[in-house]
């Protein structure tokens, strides 16, 4: 501990004095050009950027494009692809975390972008300029996205993110934005980086080897790239914040490892003999422990429970992968060229999303977990006198033989290969290019699972009857079977490890021809360009088919699997109409088809580039965009869900229950929510609008301002659950609440009746059971706001050079519609139940000498919703620092210190939800520190 503290310390000194001899040797170096950040100018020379494919100078175009280079990454401190895309301050969604729980059960490992908080289905992710295969499961269960954490950070050359609407360049997703990742692609002799990585509170240590090497001979060029990583876990229980129930701000509850209860889920009381017996599991940490207010008269209820059973989860999961990349050409002649680009990666992640546990789930799928035990329970001991007992386990990792026996479990392969040819002709006038890409993602996720029936017949025994009076099932259940910790061998014999292996995969033919001289117009010649492509999309859940039936407990997942196929054909068009303006105009035209249906749409963008000065520049861009229905929407197979609702009809009906809604005893109860696919969705759409200023009135300094608005309509979302219920209660009753009349035979009706499932028969004869939804197209939500850049470089004689580079995004207005007839939410307010910030922003301050620099990069987040939504909690900070020394022009080291003040989730004294912090936003991982030793032979100097 005292030794990384010195590091820390060590490092800082040197970054924020450095050494009196170093600066009085550094010589005055030239200006340097405007910052690849902020993407407003690059070197002289005609490139394809991203938003069109028009050959142009970089940054010159009417869509503001932000770039992060290589030297970015290692400045700033970004130790991975996740960790760029935080940085980036138009990603301003809330996305999951290696926390997550709903990333660990539906999407384990997979990481996301989401510009502009519209959703990561809605941020179209590429790599070197093509599309890559989806993350085979979906988010939250729900849509497709792009995962991003298996993207080498050691091999990328550029990130690029272009803001708005993009479909008329790119076709379907590009409605918040594009972000390419450029992998390295140019021939520069051999280089090899090693990075290691600790924190400073233990766990979590890292080892990282990147290897590139090119080479040019004869006709032939290529470069290959390779890298390794080892990320050890980082557990919760090494962070005092995380590691007890005791650090919950709400008030400390150990967990309910032993639980007996009656139907009202009030204590039936173990005795303190009991869990003394228990004593030794969980680490030593299980007791006899109370809850207030929890037995049958209001007092303390009594249970067997642990404090610090709750820190047994991963807040960084371990990860071993290996990823290649090569891009390959051979020269033809002087106009053609074959290329093939390549990239491909292996990854084994394992992460702990909490202990197991059970309850008993009845035939019938029923998982209140209620039972009739007359043998072993008094009428007394319970508030009904019912003798309806409920029990809870969870396992501890005394019983599962160590925590790793817990672990989900993710292997994953992807690959993408790209052949094709490229060139000139026409006098070189004309470039064209053709290819071939074939992408696919493909997993085995393994998740550790309760199985039903044995654990059911292991606690309870064999179902003897059914109760008459309540309709539960009867069992001869000795509660010694529930208070008596299980062998290793035992937790294996009612557990199993519940298989998936999901694939996804895209590919697509595309050509394009373009050129910088269709014909002369005032202000310079026009550029054309025109593209044409075709392919096929599609998914495979390949789920475990056990887990689509009532086999596991708190588990009926849903199948999924289908293709799309798809061609478009675009244009584009840059007219110099004067020496100052500059036009810009695209349109494309997509077709799909699938499942038997198919739509067509236009999409088109209207740019405007205007240079009143040679210092000022005013640009505007104005598309459209789209989002073709998303597979798993359209092809999910039916699977349940386990929601709470509201049932209205009884509510209403009831003589006995109350008028406010919110006081019925048929308010918030458990229900099961039967989902599938729906065939006939539309596509999403959106229109956005980018208008801005760009002033350089010195060399050293420059800056931009650019408004955005992208407003999106035809949303996909599930249907309503309780608008379906007030619909179901309205037609059974024949008027709404407030005595309108309701037709029952009417179209709405008739379909809220076929979806809304009622007991029949027994003790829950006429209650809500279930629901059955599909995926509409029904919401609406526009968000807009401005980005700021600006970059200042100050060199100096003897003292170096120093820059400083700032971006900002302020969001003023992000508002949702879900349904017609609802009011429009700002996802901004505290009570919205949307967790995004106002505002983000990133500033880097960069001290160059001779052979050693230094950066300090701080980050802001803005205020967030409290978890009790009904305030906000304050602004973060985090900062790291990194500092490089150049022993030659081809040995480097560099060091990084992140989270400099190591500096804790912000506190939320309402969080009452593990950890206790937003982990949407913040982790505890604590200081953190890297160093990295960089070799080049051959090439350029470092």
């Known amino acids: 501990m005292r030794t990384r503290k010195g590091i820390a310390i060590a490092l800082a000194g040197a970054s924020a004095w450095a050494l009196p001899g170093m600066a009085s040797a550094q010589t005055m170096t030239s200006e340097q050009s405007l910052p690849a950040a902020t993407d407003d100018t690059a070197p002289e020379g005609e490139v394809v950027v991203l938003g069109s494919r028009i050959p142009r100078v970089s940054g010159d175009g009417p869509a503001p494009v932000t770039t992060i280079t290589a030297e970015d990454i290692l400045r700033n401190g970004y130790q991975s692809v996740p960790d760029v895309l935080r940085a980036i301050t138009q990603n301003g969604g809330e996305t999951q975390s290696q926390q997550s729980a709903s990333g660990a059960d539906f999407t384990p490992g997979a990481q996301q972008v989401d510009l502009r908080g519209l959703g990561p289905n809605h941020t179209l992710v590429l790599v070197n300029g093509r599309r890559i295969a989806d993350f085979p499961l979906p988010f939250n269960g729900n849509s497709n996205f792009t995962d991003i954490s298996n993207i080498p950070v050691g091999l990328i050359e550029r990130v690029e993110i272009l803001s708005g609407s993009a479909s008329a360049i790119y076709g379907s997703d590009a409605i918040s934005g594009v972000v390419n990742f450029q992998l390295k692609s140019k021939p520069d002799g051999t280089r090899i980086d090693y990075r290691y990585g600790t924190t400073e509170h233990g766990g979590g240590s890292s080892h990282r080897l990147s290897v590139t090497t090119g080479w040019e001979t004869g006709g032939f060029h290529g470069v290959l790239g390779i890298e390794a990583l080892d990320q050890k876990p980082l557990w919760a229980y090494d962070r005092k914040i995380q590691d007890s129930t005791q650090d919950d701000p709400t008030g400390p509850l150990a967990r309910r490892t032993f639980l007996r209860a009656d139907e009202y889920l009030y204590y039936i009381d173990p005795g303190k003999a009991t869990c003394d017996r228990l004593s030794g599991l969980n680490g030593g940490s299980t007791y006899y422990a109370m809850r207030p207010g929890r037995d049958t008269i209001d007092g303390d209820g009594y249970f067997c429970g642990s404090d610090t059973s709750i820190g047994y989860g991963t807040i960084q999961s371990k990860r071993r992968s290996i990823s290649a990349y090569g891009s390959m050409g051979y020269t033809l002649n002087d106009q053609a060229e074959l290329f093939l680009?390549?990239?491909?990666?292996?990854s084994k992640l394992s992460l702990f999303r909490d202990v197991l546990d059970w309850y008993y789930v009845a035939p019938d799928g029923n998982e209140e977990g209620t039972f009739f035990n007359p043998n072993h329970l008094s009428p007394d001991q319970t508030y009904s006198g019912l003798q309806l007992d409920n029990w809870t386990r969870q396992f501890t990792p005394e019983e599962m033989g160590g925590l790793n026996a817990g672990m989900t479990r993710n292997r994953s392969t992807t690959f993408n290969v790209t052949p094709g040819i490229k060139g000139r002709f026409a006098d070189n006038k004309w470039g064209y290019e053709f290819s071939v890409n074939?992408?696919?993602?493909?997993?085995?996720?393994?998740?550790p699972q309760v199985v039903i029936d044995k654990a059911n017949a292991f606690f309870l025994g064999p179902q003897v009857g059914v109760d008459p009076e309540t309709g539960y099932a009867e069992f001869d259940a000795d509660p010694t079977r529930l208070y008596t910790p299980l062998t290793p061998g035992?937790?294996?014999?009612?557990?199993?490890?519940?298989?998936?292996?999901?694939k996804s995969w895209v590919t697509n033919v595309a050509t394009t021809v373009?050129?910088?001289?269709?014909?002369?117009?005032?202000?310079?010649?026009?550029?054309?360009?025109?593209t044409a492509e075709a392919g096929s999309q599609g998914y495979n859940l390949r789920p475990d088919p056990l887990a689509l039936t009532q086999y596991y407990v708190g588990l009926v997942d849903s199948d999924g699997r289908g293709k799309r196929s798809h061609w478009g054909t675009g244009g584009e068009l840059r007219l110099p109409v004067l020496s100052f303006v500059e036009l810009d105009l695209a349109g494309r035209y997509d077709h799909y088809s699938f499942?038997?249906?198919g739509f067509g749409k236009f999409t088109y963008n209207l740019g405007a580039v205007v240079r009143p000065t040679s210092t000022l520049v005013l640009r505007s861009a104005y598309g459209t965009g789209f989002r073709a229905p998303d597979l798993n929407y359209v092809f999910r197979g039916p699977g349940n869900t386990h929601p709470s609702a509201t049932d209205y009809y009884l509510c209403r009906t009831d003589p006995d229950q109350p008028e406010e809604i919110s006081d019925c005893d048929y308010a918030d109860e458990g229900i099961v929510s039967h989902r599938s696919g729906n065939r006939n969705l539309k596509p999403e759409t959106s229109k956005s609008l980018n208008a801005g200023v760009m002033w350089q009135p010195r060399r050293w300094f420059d800056m931009s301002v650019d408004y955005f608005r992208v407003a999106m309509k035809n949303q996909v979302l599930d249907m309503s659950i309780d608008n379906l219920l007030r619909d179901e209660a309205d037609c059974r009753i024949g008027q709404t609440a407030a005595g309108s009349p309701v037709d029952g035979n009417s179209p709405t009706c008739l379909d809220a009746l076929a979806r809304v499932e009622r007991y029949s028969g027994g003790a829950l004869d006429g209650q809500l059971q279930g629901v059955y939804i599909n995926p509409i197209n029904v919401a609406e939500e526009t968000t807009d706001g401005i980005d700021v850049a600006a970059h200042i470089r100050v060199p100096t004689a003897q003292a170096g050079n120093f820059s400083l580079r700032v971006n900002y995004t302020y969001v003023f207005n992000h508002t949702i519609r879900q349904y017609p007839g609802d009011p429009k939410i700002s996802k901004l307010d505290y009570d919205s139940d949307y967790d995004i910030p106002r505002d983000k922003g990133t500033a880097s301050l960069t001290w160059d000498l001779e052979r050693f620099s230094t950066t300090l990069t701080g980050q802001r987040l803005g205020k967030l919703p409290n978890y009790d939504q009904d305030a906000y909690i304050k602004a973060s900070y985090l900062f790291n620092l990194s500092a490089q020394y150049s022993f030659t022009d081809r040995l480097r080291l560099s060091g990084t210190i992140n989270n400099l003040f190591d500096q804790d989730p912000i506190k939320d004294p309402t969080y009452g939800a593990y950890p206790y912090y937003d982990i949407s936003w913040f982790d505890s991982v604590g200081r953190s520190f890297y160093a990295q030793l960089t070799y080049k032979m051959g090439g350029a100097k470092l």
């Open 514 to 530: 373009n050129t910088t001289e269709l014909f002369r117009l005032p202000g310079g010649a026009a550029g054309f360009a025109f």
């Open 438 to 447: 074939h992408a696919e993602y493909q997993s085995r996720v393994s998740f």
């Open 595 to 597: 499942a038997g249906n």
């Open 490 to 502: 035992e937790y294996r014999s009612i557990t199993a490890n519940s298989i998936y292996r999901p």
């Open 341 to 346: 680009d390549f990239q491909a990666s292996y």
